[in-house]
């Protein structure tokens, strides 16, 4: 979401084309392929995977415990010099990439001349407000920071990120998400800044999700999802991430002028009846109800 907003930013500065291949930004970009565009990174469908290893790879031999801390620039340039030539695929159907969003996020950081994180406070963070999100800690923000659990209650490492930083990078608390939260609401409902009207571009719907490609009940944002959970429903603007032994949701109603964050360091559990309990259960609509009493 913060970094689709970034891109929702430098669109609105007219320092960057949704809609340009986004190997034009700069020669490091010369392999990726041409059909990818800002617009497809920052709305799943640039047809790239969800990782940059392939799937069998990483289900025979498991992924490393910190699985993108040694994934740097070269090489996600090298990833991308190794499928050169491949042929842009029939559908460019919806599918999630984190490896989508590194690669935009490195794109803006190359095209803007700095580090992604560094761009990214400069353009968001900071005026936003937010004093407690960012990628380096603090002495007191380490001090403070929630040692992440599986759920066996073993301690496992947080993860940490180069080249695909974009797609999870940032560390907050729920107080800087309200703040966050705040911020998106205020906003929409007076855009004056242009920041708050990249806010406005962010949750517009670009790819409805539902049938035959309804923006109900579910559509792709930049970055964002827009939930109707049925007709009559107020929209919610969600995302919810996780990593090793923590999980994040965060919910906003700006017709109900609400949001709720859910912020957890006990993962969910890869065994296959934990995923079918959390399939079975319903958390869009349970947070609905809560948004409907607040109306």
Known sequence: VFTALLLSLLVEEGKIDPNRPINTLARELSDVPPWITPQALATHTSGLPRIHVPVWKALIFSLPDDPYATFSRRDLFAWFSEQKGSKRPRRMRHAYSNL???????????SAGKPFEALLKEKVVAPLGLVETGTQLTASQQARFMQPFDTKDKPVIPWTFQAIAAAGCLRSTARDLGHFSNAIMAALLN?????????????????????RGAT??????????SIKVDANAPRML????????STSSLYICPAANAAVTILSNRGVAADLRSRMQLQQSNPDQAINYLFAAME
């Open 100 to 110: 989508g969003f590194g690669l935009l996020g490195e794109a803006m950081a190359i």
């Open 191 to 211: 855009p004056v800044t242009p920041l708050d009207r990249a806010i406005c571009r962010s949750v517009e719907p670009v790819l409805g999700l539902g049938p």
């Open 216 to 225: 109900e009940p579910v559509a792709q944002c930049f970055g964002w999802l």
């Open 238 to 245: 969600f995302h919810n991430g996780g990593t090793a032994g």
